[in-house]
Nanobody, 118 residues
Framework: VQLQASGGGLVQAGGSLRLSCAAS????????MGWYRQAPGKQRDLVASIAGGGRTKYEDSVKGRFTISRDNAKNTLYLQMNSLKLEDTAIYYC?????????????WGQGTLVTVSS
């Protein structure tokens, strides 16, 4: 499985970015896909996720500003980020969640850096 994230960059506060994550080599059912982020000195936290049925979940601080979506035909995950804030600065990681028996299996992309400046 390969997850190739892109779309990060430098943006001013209030601006927008769209992250993409292209998935390949998938030969199994996907339980969910999502975006996590890790700021310097902090743990990696969930930003948004989308389950196989399309149900979405967002971290409270991004609700109303970020939108996660998925193009199943292209095996690509997106994160539209609007009204960006300084505190959104982090490395953003694409995640794919599957199952092996009763165990959860996670796959990770390489991360893409988002820097929000004042």
């Amino acid at each position: 499985v390969q997850l190739q994230a892109s779309g990060g960059g430098l943006v001013q506060a209030g601006g927008s970015l769209r992250l993409s994550c292209a998935a390949s080599g998938i030969t199994f059912d996907i339980d969910a896909m999502g975006w996590y982020r890790q700021a310097p000195g902090k743990q990696r936290d969930l930003v948004a996720s989308i389950a196989g049925g399309g149900r979405t979940k967002y971290e409270d601080s991004v609700k109303g500003r970020f939108t996660i979506s998925r193009d199943n035909a292209k095996n690509t995950l997106y994160l539209q980020m609007n009204s960006l804030k300084l505190e959104d600065t982090a490395i953003y990681y694409c995640n794919l969640q599957s199952s092996y028996g009763s165990s959860r299996v996670d796959y990770w992309g390489q991360g893409t850096l988002v820097t929000v400046s004042s």
